[in-house]
């Protein structure tokens, strides 16, 4: 059974950073696409970031370019999302998801599998 747990969400004033981490489980991690997804309160899911399995390189929604870095770590079965310069506007639930394809994509089509979710809420 695959198994997708974020965590380091939180609050956090507008300017600060955060980590959030997600842990996949009941499959190779090493073979997996990772991606970050978002939804705010009244609002889509919207892609973030992804990064795949074979080394290429990220890609990052344009509304966080610059601010956020994905990265992962094969051994420890973990993908980092890392969020500086926050601002209200980046405040949502987000959803770590998993996918088969191998390539960093942004659709929520490829991806075979999703956490519950971490919120993060920038304060102002």
């Known amino acids: 059974q695959v198994q997708l747990v974020e965590s380091g969400g939180g609050l956090v004033q507008a300017g600060g950073s955060l980590r959030v981490s997600c842990v996949l489980s009941?499959?190779?991690?090493?073979?997996?696409?990772m991606g970050w997804f978002r939804q705010a309160p009244g609002k889509e899911r919207e892609f973030v970031a992804s990064?795949?399995?074979?080394?290429?390189?990220?890609v990052i929604a344009n509304s966080v370019k610059g601010r956020f870095t994905i990265s992962r770590d094969n051994a420890k079965n973990t993908v980092y999302l890392q969020m500086n310069s926050l601002t209200p506007e980046d405040t949502a639930v987000y959803y770590c998801?998993?996918?088969?394809?191998?390539?960093?994509?942004?659709?929520?089509?490829?991806?075979?599998?999703w956490g519950p979710g971490t919120q993060v809420t920038v304060s102002s």
């Open positions: 998801a998993a996918g088969t394809n191998g390539f960093a994509n942004a659709q929520t089509t490829k991806y075979n599998w």
């Open positions: 009941g499959r190779t991690f090493s073979l997996s696409t």
């Open positions: 990064i795949g399995s074979y080394g290429g390189a990220p």
